[in-house]
């Protein structure tokens, strides 16, 4: 269930501030939820991953195991949602954001979409942060975790977001 919420909390916060549509970046839009057992825009969301170590009593340094943990890691994924104890449904989901000028889905940086990965295929600050994040927790997912991309197109016109988590259907749709 936290994908859902992720994507409640983000159309929320545009039907309040529509302008945020195609003025905001998608990291930001992101942020519009939480919790996130990581997070890899961490220059641009500084304030916000200080937020979240310090409502979780941890050290960021600790957490993505780095002193340059403010650096933006630049791998996949963009984030990875925290598990839910209470909600089992959807824990520690992993988002990709693309984003675009005009029609054509943005390049996946090599990675080919797919409905899940593994954590322990993930680089190593990534795996580091989500096992941090979920032990400090007591909450552990399973390895292999679902994916989701938040793309946006034609950001500077008429804007477009979509989101699909089960790529199969989108790559034999659309060649």
Request: net charge positive.
């Amino acid at each position: 269930m936290g994908i859902c919420r992720l994507f409640f909390s983000i159309a929320s916060y545009l039907r309040k501030n529509p302008e945020q549509l195609t003025q905001a970046t998608l990291e930001s839009l992101a942020a519009q939820y939480r919790p996130y057992a990581y997070v890899g825009a961490r220059k641009q969301l500084h304030e916000f991953v200080l937020q979240e170590a310090q409502e979780m009593g941890i050290d960021p340094a600790e957490w993505f195991g780095t002193d340059e943990w403010q650096k933006d890691s630049g791998a996949f994924p963009d984030f990875v949602l925290a598990c839910e104890a209470h909600n089992p449904h959807g824990n520690g989901a992993l988002l990709e954001l693309k984003d675009s000028a005009g029609e054509q889905v943005a390049s996946f940086n090599s990675t080919l979409p797919s409905a899940q990965k593994q954590v322990s295929h993930l680089t190593k600050m990534v795996q580091t942060a989500v096992q941090f994040y979920e032990s400090k927790r007591g909450c552990h997912c399973p390895d292999k975790r679902d994916c989701f991309y938040l793309v946006r197109t034609k950001r500077k016109k008429l804007c477009r977001m979509s989101s699909f988590g089960d790529t199969r259907h989108f790559l034999r749709d659309n060649p």
